[in-house]
Structures are given as structure tokens and as C-alpha cells.
């Protein structure tokens, strides 16, 4: 009988090792799916790379697609007259929707890191941080990710100044069109210090610095063409002194003195993701995952293909001022480095929460970062996912 209770107790225990061991076993592997889980929930795949100069865009491909078409964007709104922004501390009026007026709040006087926006549209507007507003006493870009819903109060918008020495004109503000490139829009997104968004836009990168004059390169790959023209910040200083003394975002980068083929690189880019993306069978084209010589630095991902697209021409030329800012180098990253890059972050974590309306997640981990914004209403969606290696 002894014997009988001893081996049913060692069965017992033997069991229930067995069920541990099991639960560890599994539990690990829910672990180690983790960073998979969120590619595949997503189903993204990264198509081939995309090459010219120094830059490489991957396409990310994606078989599922949210209605998106709920929100309005920035330049769209602005154009149309749907959402005003202006100068706090201006005696401005705006007639809301059912005509009443809109008093903007006074903000004992206009301030740079802050402006005022009213959403008089009927949709939730989308605001992508580095997004620029031309105008008022200085322009401005949009200091982060965020949703504002139609028919709110006026809205203290949190902003960073990308035109030094002006501090005039009028209160209103107009679409700018333009995305700041990645070395600026990093400063807003994770440093988020005025000071090193002004050094960013006047320095033109905040990469490391180029090989001295002389140093030998080495050679493209067949069919890669050599990077013969950068932006310098001499040549950036130089504009700044004749064309755009307050250092205006806009009319820098527009400058034919830059000396930099800005169009004709976005052109050639274009022709050459188009071709790639031509004929797509049940997959649609959300984002991109971009790489400057053989650094993978930063992806732009949304929700749908129609958001992408609304964004993508002020992206790629975004991309591409910060191509021909980066040093020369004629590395290559292959598919499984993109593939790298965009598995989750386990850093610190922050989130921000517009109740019903918006969350925003950011998780830093050593020099990379990643930026989640999510709409609550009318139902959960994730519209934009931010990726960068920090150059700076």
C-alpha cells in the first residue's frame, strides 16, 4: 500500500513538472512570437529595394486597409479653408459651423513653440509631426502626431519654429506642402528642443559629418551612379545670407543656389517606386522603410493606401533633401536589414491620451525610437507608425 501511495505521489509530482515545464514552454514561445505578432497582424511585407545614389527605399505591402477616408489632413484643410491656425494672443474671430463666432483664446501674446488651431471641417483632423505651416510671425512645423476632432474649442498647438530672425507678418498661416527631412523632424519627435530644430535646419543634417576633401570612396555597385552633388552647409550658409536671411525653411530648400538637383533626384526616385509598385495582385502599398548608403533609418507606415498616398509626395521629397545631405557611401542594406528595423522596440515607454479621441505611443530603446498614433473613435485604427535610428 506504501508503495502504491509513493508511486501515486511521485506521479503526481511528475505531472505536474511536466504541465510547468509545458507552461513555461509555452509561455516563451508567445514571448518570442511577440515581435513577429506585430508585422504579421499587420501583414506587411517589405518588397525589393528600391536604389538611387545613396538612397534606398523599401516598399511595405500590405493585404488589409482601413477606411481612412474619415480624415482630413493638414494641407487639405488649410487649403480649403476648413481649419485655421494663427498667432495666440491675436484679437481673431472664426465662425464655427452652425455660423455662431469663435473668439481664439488670448494667450498674453503670441509664443514661438505654441500657435492656436480651430478645425471648423466636419472630419477629425490628422496632424503628422515635422508637417510645416507657412506664415504668421514665423513658420512653424507641427511639434507631433496627434488628431484634433471637428467642432472642438480652439486648440493650443504645440509647434517648433524653422525660420530664425523673423518675428512679423501676419497672424494666419497657409498650407506649407512640405515635410521637414528626417534630421529635423528627429529633433522635434525625440530631442523636441528648439535649439537643436534651428541647428538641424541651418547645418542641413545632424549625421555625422562628411569625409575631409580628397578621402577616396569607395565605388557603386553596377548600375549605382556616383553622388557627385550634396548640400553643404556652406552652401546652405550662403542662401541663408543672400535668399533667406531668417533661415525660412521653405525658401532654402527651394533655392536654386543650393546647387542640388532635389527635383530631378525625387523624379527619378518616383519613376523608379512606381515601376515597382505597378502591378500589385491583393496587396496595397502603406509605407516605406528608407535607408541612406547602408544605414536603415526611418520608416513612414499608415493605415490604409489612401493615406499614404496623400502623404508620400512631401515624404519621398523629404527623404530625398536628406539623401543629399547624408555623407557619400555607396553600402547597400539588403531585405533582412529592413526586416530588422521594424521588429518592436522593448525601451521606454511613454504614452499620451486624448480621452476618446487619440493615443500616442512612443517607445525609445537605445538610439532608435518608434511613434504609434492611434484613433479611438468611431473605432480603433493605428493611422501612423514612426520609426527612426537617431543620426544625431
Avoid at 536604389?51 to 516598399?59: A, D, G, I, K
Avoid at 530664425?164 to 522635434?188: C, D, I, K, T, Y
Avoid at 542641413?204 to 550634396?230: D, F, I, K, W
Amino acid at each position: 500500500m506504501r508503495k502504491v501511495n509513493w508511486f501515486l505521489g511521485a506521479s503526481k509530482a511528475v505531472v505536474l513538472v511536466i504541465l510547468c515545464l509545458l507552461a513555461v514552454g509555452i509561455n516563451k514561445a508567445q514571448k518570442d512570437g511577440q515581435k513577429e505578432a506585430k508585422i504579421s497582424l499587420n501583414q506587411w511585407r517589405l518588397g525589393e529595394p528600391i536604389r538611387y545614389e545613396n538612397l534606398t527605399v523599401f516598399p511595405v505591402f500590405s493585404r488589409q486597409t482601413a477606411d481612412t477616408a474619415s480624415f482630413a489632413t493638414l494641407d487639405e484643410s488649410l487649403s480649403t479653408g476648413q481649419v485655421l491656425i494663427t498667432e495666440g494672443g491675436t484679437d481673431s474671430m472664426w465662425r464655427s459651423r452652425d455660423g455662431h463666432p469663435v473668439s481664439i483664446p488670448e494667450q498674453h501674446g503670441a509664443s514661438v513653440n505654441q500657435l492656436v488651431l480651430v478645425n471648423h471641417g466636419s472630419k477629425p483632423l490628422l496632424l503628422l509631426a515635422g508637417e510645416l505651416v507657412s506664415g504668421g510671425k514665423q513658420d512653424r512645423i507641427i511639434a507631433k502626431d496627434r488628431i484634433v476632432p471637428p467642432g472642438a474649442a480652439p486648440l493650443p498647438l504645440d509647434v517648433f519654429c524653422v525660420e530664425a530672425g523673423r518675428w512679423s507678418s501676419g497672424a494666419q498661416f497657409s498650407a506649407g506642402q512640405l515635410m521637414v527631412h528626417p534630421s529635423v523632424r528627429e529633433q522635434a519627435v525625440v530631442v523636441q528642443e528648439q535649439a537643436m530644430v534651428w541647428e538641424a535646419v541651418r547645418n542641413g543634417n545632424v549625421a555625422a559629418p562628411p569625409p575631409p576633401p580628397g578621402t577616396a570612396q569607395v565605388a557603386g555597385s553596377p548600375g549605382q551612379t556616383s553622388q557627385t552633388v550634396t548640400v553643404t552647409t556652406q552652401a546652405l550658409a550662403g542662401v541663408i545670407q543672400t535668399e533667406a536671411p531668417t533661415q525660412s525653411y521653405s525658401r532654402i530648400y527651394k533655392s536654386a543656389k543650393v546647387g542640388v538637383p532635389i527635383d530631378t533626384f525625387t523624379e527619378e526616385v518616383q519613376r523608379r517606386f512606381d515601376r515597382a509598385t505597378a502591378k500589385l495582385k491583393g496587396e496595397y502599398v502603406v509605407g516605406v522603410v528608407i535607408a541612406y548608403g547602408g544605414e536603415v533609418a526611418w520608416s513612414d507606415i499608415f493605415a490604409s493606401p489612401m493615406l499614404f498616398e496623400r502623404y508620400w509626395p512631401k515624404l519621398l521629397r523629404s527623404y530625398v533633401i536628406e539623401a543629399l545631405e547624408r555623407p557619400h557611401t555607396f553600402e547597400q542594406p539588403s531585405i533582412d536589414d529592413a526586416r530588422e528595423f521594424l521588429q518592436p522596440l522593448s525601451g521606454h515607454e511613454n504614452v499620451e491620451t486624448d480621452p476618446g479621441i487619440f493615443r500616442l505611443k512612443q517607445v525609445t530603446e537605445g538610439r532608435y525610437a518608434e511613434i504609434e498614433l492611434q484613433a479611438l473613435r468611431p473605432v480603433e485604427i493605428t493611422l501612423h507608425v514612426l520609426k527612426l535610428h537617431r543620426a544625431s
